[in-house]
């Protein structure tokens, strides 16, 4: 397995390009109905990220490669909605999630434009809202920035941890092997640590009148 994986790293310092290409790739699919909702791509973009740390792959081009993928990603499917309508709600595979495109409705009812914006960072909804978006026709001009916005926050939050672990597991000598185990193990940390947050209700008690 560690011998796979300094292969992939040396492949990746040979070919730059592929880590570009996967990571907006990656990004892109995010917003993706359906697709964002099993693709692991924030997982795999940090991943991606640290083992091209390794390899020396320019990080400024990730960076740019994850937000444009990102936004693409979220306009893709805000056109679809503008061009389809809620007819595209019925057709294979949308119509078998009807339950992710209510909970999408109802955090664009709840939110209005911000909901782009906090979709991107909401596992849940993430791949529906900027579809759901078209479909209720949110003006573009709106939807566009915060699609950008948030992006603009979105892949750093994904770039810079990826870089940051392959430039400490190389400081510390780690193996290529143990640089995935360590950055799977951190996402895992991070994504049940804020799932018991949201999870949390908020203390009540200093509110209520004794």
């Avoid at 849940?124 to 759901?132: G, M, N, T």
């Avoid at 193990?185 to 209520?208: E, H, Y």
Wanted: net charge positive.
């Amino acid at each position: 397995m560690a011998s796979f994986f300094h292969a992939l790293i040396e492949w990746i310092g040979a070919h730059p390009t592929f880590a570009f290409v996967a990571v907006f790739i990656l990004a892109l699919s995010e917003a993706i109905p359906v697709i964002g909702t099993v693709v692991p791509g924030s997982t795999s973009i940090i991943g991606i990220c640290a083992l091209a740390t390794r390899a020396d792959v320019d990080l400024w081009s990730l960076l740019i490669a994850a937000t444009v993928g990102a936004i693409c990603g979220d306009g893709i499917s805000f056109w679809l909605g503008r061009r389809y309508h809620r007819e595209i709600l019925s057709g294979w595979p949308l119509n078998n999630y009807p339950q992710l495109v209510a909970r999408s409705e109802a955090f664009i009812a709840r939110f209005g434009i911000a909901s782009v914006f906090l979709a991107r960072f909401t596992a849940v909804v993430r791949a529906f809202v900027p579809l759901l978006a078209g479909i209720l026709n949110m003006p573009a001009g709106q939807f566009y920035i915060a699609n950008i916005l948030s992006a603009l926050v979105w892949a750093p939050a994904h770039v810079f941890p990826g870089a940051l672990l392959g430039f400490v597991a190389r400081l510390g000598g780690a193996s290529a092997e143990q640089l995935i185990l360590l950055t799977i193990a951190a996402v895992i940390l991070i994504s049940t640590a804020w799932g018991l947050i949201k999870r949390c209700p908020p203390d009540r008690s200093g509110l209520q009148g004794s």
